[in-house]
């Protein structure tokens, strides 16, 4: 998506990374206290939110005693304390990264950025790196959250360990919370990670349009 697209959607596009976040850990769990859906049964549809009435009514179904009134700073406030006394559901192999995910795109959002992030994950299920968009805090068109994971990583010492010559070596997987734009998508593809995310990215998501890249012959 492009930056300026981004832009007329500031506020609308953050929150409805967040609530779309809070959804998916919330929507893992086996038992769940309030809203009866499943991942199985949630549309994509149900990812893009246009306008705050809808975005309020949406997190407002969410366990986290958000109500219609509350201004962003209350938001953040409820859903930060509902994040951090979430237990990953064990059931789920990937809910602690949802979990991890969503805590390091709120921290985006109290930056005054975009609320998306990635995780980098080692072969043996440890997370070595997490960084989040930084486009609006540093000016950097390129700054998505994969995009500034990635660069973190490859610029510490300590990575090289996990490199060939400008990809990574196999095993490593990056989580992001929002599925990865065209962008993000192809630095992931080169760098040689596997890639997994938390909630679709119906407007930009590049990994179920994968089919529309060049193919040899
Ligand atoms: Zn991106």
């Known amino acids: 998506m492009a930056a300026a697209r981004y832009k007329t959607k500031n506020i609308q596009f953050m929150r409805k990374i967040i609530s779309s976040c809070i959804l998916l850990i919330f929507i893992a769990e086996t038992t769940v206290a309030q809203q009866p859906i499943n991942t199985d049964t949630v549309p994509q549809s149900y990812f893009v939110t246009y306008s705050k009435d809808e975005y309020m009514q949406k997190i407002s179904a969410l366990p986290c005693g958000i109500t219609n009134t509350d201004n962003l700073a209350t938001v953040l406030k409820k859903l930060q304390i509902f994040i951090n006394n979430y237990k990953p559901n064990k059931k789920y192999a ?28 080692d072969s043996t299920g440890k997370i070595i790196e997490q960084a989040h968009n930084s486009q609006l805090q540093l000016h950097r068109s390129d700054l998505h959250g994969e995009m500034a994971l990635l660069t973190k990583f490859e610029q510490r010492r300590t990575a090289r360990k996990y490199q060939n010559e400008y990809t ?18 192809m630095r992931l593809a080169i760098a040689g990670v596997n890639t997994k995310y938390c909630t679709p990215g119906p407007d930009d998501g590049m990994v179920n349009r994968v089919n529309c890249l060049p193919r040899p012959g």
């Not at 979990?99 to 609320?115: D, F, H, M, R, V």
């Not at 990574?168 to 998508?185: D, I, Q, R, Y």
């Open 94 to 121: 990937d809910d602690v990264y949802a979990k991890a995910s969503a805590i390091e795109a709120l921290k985006g959002i109290k930056e005054g950025g975009y609320g998306i992030a990635a995780i980098l994950i």
């Open 168 to 185: 990574l070596k196999p095993g490593l997987t990056v989580f992001s919370s929002a599925e990865p734009c065209p962008m993000c998508f």
